[in-house]
């Protein structure tokens, strides 16, 4: 072993990964397997388990979204863990506090439209335009959240 550290991985609930579970457990697993195969000790739970269980680790890598689970990162980090993919990217990462960002920094991105509400000012869309319509108070969870319309 490496180190006598304790490392736990915190992997997705499936809801957070509409058409892309697989994918996302791949990921997951291969860094786990990869940390295990340079010599760490390595324990995994979903992000559900941890939410529930106040696990603890002095390191913890994570493709949680759920708010119990960033939650308990936020409070793990507080605690004096090591977090990758720490609760303030993942607060960030949720589609209206990203677009903000980005639009905030002028980070080149797609031209993005806030609409908060039905008064909400909107350019004058084009009648052979196409757009994306996304959920913007979180990552999507079931394909409809993400939806090509004209």
Request: charged residues 25%; aromatic residues 8%.
């Amino acid at each position: 072993m490496k180190s006598s550290f304790t490392v736990l991985g915190v992997s997705r609930g499936g809801e957070f990964s509409p058409n892309m579970q697989g994918s996302d457990a791949a990921i997951f697993n291969a860094v786990a397997c990869h940390l295990a195969n340079y010599g760490y000790r390595v324990e995994v739970c979903s992000e559900y388990e941890f939410a529930s269980s106040n696990r603890k680790a002095d390191v913890i890598f994570t493709m949680a979204r759920s708010l119990s689970a960033i939650k308990c990162l936020e409070e793990a980090e507080r605690d004096g863990a090591i977090v990758v993919n720490p609760s303030s990217g993942l607060r960030n990462a949720v589609r209206l506090s990203m677009t903000r960002c980005l639009m905030k920094a002028s980070v080149p991105h797609p031209e993005s439209w806030i609409v908060l509400s039905p008064d909400s000012q909107l350019p004058c869309f084009e009648k052979d335009d196409a757009y994306w319509v996304k959920r913007a108070d979180g990552c999507a969870q079931i394909a409809e959240d993400v939806c090509f319309v004209r």
